[in-house]
């Protein structure tokens, strides 16, 4: 008599890393499960401990965890978190990493420097994650260092149509605040039906790390300005950007970026421009006390919840690429 198959049922499992848990218990709401609780403590060395108070055998994992400031805490106690879930037998562990860190040391721009995304993706496969979902990657090749699946999502869709919804598209310039950006730019510009602007920017040679606006190429003049990046860390790129566009006559100057780093005196910097808005998502925790009154932040929960649930049901995550969320 041949021995019947009994195919594992599935077990979907969320889990929270202390960085951003008001974003994993937003996610968790929308799928309808509960994080599962565990312990997570900083010795007095700053070591950290983790244990899951429940059994996760042959469970489908996913840990959320986002990565501010301190970025090294938050991987380290991610990778033990994953570390954790492997040595007790779960099934499949996906990390879901909203701001992936490390992203702008994607390559080698000078000898004997290293490619760190690439590092990031290597602990989490050493750790035992086999997959990993993030959003809005500073560098698409980055999908490429991790041995394994990488979900890119983007949270264009969600701050697009939030920019369509309270703008005037028809007087609206989509601009890039440097070369680096133009693919990010040109994807905007094609989903709101608006034309395209680039800064163009030069370094003075005689002022060492100094950077001026050479150019604008592009019509700005009477329109409202949309700057667009995939993050805003200290600001200062993107209020230079603004001051440029508002001295070549533009109406007005938003601003949309998907990661608020906002490090440093970014605050000060954004406030002390007259931007119109400055649209950012949920990816990261704003610091506490941070006062920046033209700030507004749209949840992307939905969108990695329902990726998520795609994920796990071995759906199409390809079908979120254009912002179709059930």
């Not at 002022?207 to 592009?218: I, R, S």
């Amino acid at each position: 008599m041949t021995g019947m198959v009994v195919e594992p049922r599935k077990n979907l499992m969320l889990f929270s890393g202390r960085a951003h848990p008001h974003l994993a218990a937003e996610v968790a709401a929308l799928l309808g499960t509960p994080l599962t609780p565990s312990r997570l403590i900083s010795y007095a060395n700053s070591e950290v401990y983790v244990r899951y108070e429940e059994s996760v055998r042959g469970c489908d994992a996913f840990v959320i965890q986002s990565h501010p400031a301190p970025v090294n805490e938050w991987i380290m106690e991610q990778l033990i978190m994953v570390d954790a879930l492997k040595r007790a037998s779960a099934r499949r562990i996906t990390v879901v990493a909203p701001f992936y860190p490390y992203a702008r040391q994607d390559k080698k721009h000078l000898g004997r420097e290293p490619i760190s995304a690439r590092l990031v993706a290597d602990l989490f496969r050493t750790a035992g994650a086999d997959r990993i979902m993030s959003v809005d990657l500073h560098a698409a090749q980055i999908q490429g260092f991790f041995d394994g699946p990488l979900d890119h999502l983007t949270g264009l869709p969600v701050l697009a149509d939030y920019v369509a919804k309270h703008y005037d598209t028809s007087t609206m310039t989509v601009v890039s605040p440097d070369a680096g950006r133009v693919r990010l730019t040109d994807q905007w510009s094609d989903r709101l039906g608006a034309p395209l602007a680039i800064i163009h920017k030069r370094h003075d040679p005689a002022k060492a790390n100094t950077v001026h606006v050479a150019e604008v190429v592009g019509d700005v003049a009477g329109r409202t300005c949309l700057l667009v990046d995939d993050m805003i860390d200290t600001a200062g790129t993107i209020c230079q950007a603004a001051t440029a566009l508002l001295e070549r006559d533009a109406a007005a100057v938003v601003a949309a970026a998907t990661h608020p780093v906002l490090s440093g005196t970014a605050a000060q910097r954004i406030n002390a421009t007259p931007f119109e808005e400055v649209i950012v998502t949920n990816t990261l925790p704003l610091a506490e006390g941070l006062d920046i009154p033209k700030l507004t932040v749209l949840s992307l929960a939905p969108l990695i919840a329902q990726a998520i649930r795609e994920v796990f049901t071995d759906g199409s995550v390809t079908s979120l690429f254009d912002g179709r969320i059930a």
